[in-house]
């Protein structure tokens, strides 16, 4: 079970911490992420990072911007955003897999999903 939180309204500009709880009893990923969608739009990756070895990737819209760690003692994933800008605002959903070899971008290459955060951003 996937449990996101974090999301708010903040101004452009600003900043939000997004966190991702996963519990289970054997609970052991390849690889978490976040991907996001706006009313209207496709769900759109963000960013992943693999488990064993913190390898990270980002989508070109948020790299610079948006950092993603995690805790494996406490499985837990965060995502800082930075910079905020209007067109972040989405709803943000923490994912893993047990997988490394399909592309992480596509939202059919993961297995699990949390129920999303809501992130809105002023102008």
């Known amino acids: 079970q996937l449990q996101a939180s974090g999301g708010g309204l903040v101004q452009a500009g600003g900043s939000l911490r997004l966190s991702c709880a996963a519990s289970?009893?054997?609970?052991?990923?390849?690889?978490m992420g976040w991907f996001r969608q706006a009313p209207g739009k496709e769900r759109e990756f963000v960013a992943r990072?693999?488990?064993?070895?913190?390898?990270?990737d980002y989508a070109e819209s948020v790299r610079g911007r948006f950092t993603i760690s995690r805790d494996n003692a406490k499985n837990m994933v965060y995502l800082q955003m930075d910079s905020l800008k209007p067109e972040d605002a989405a709803v943000y959903s923490c994912?893993?897999?047990?997988?490394?070899?399909?592309?992480?971008?596509?939202?059919?290459?993961?297995?699990?999903w949390g129920q999303g955060t809501l992130v809105t951003v002023s102008s």
């Open positions: 289970g009893r054997t609970f052991s990923p390849y690889d």
């Open positions: 994912v893993t897999r047990r997988d490394l070899v399909l592309p992480s971008t596509s939202s059919k290459n993961w297995d699990y």
């Open positions: 990072i693999v488990w064993s070895t913190r390898r990270t």
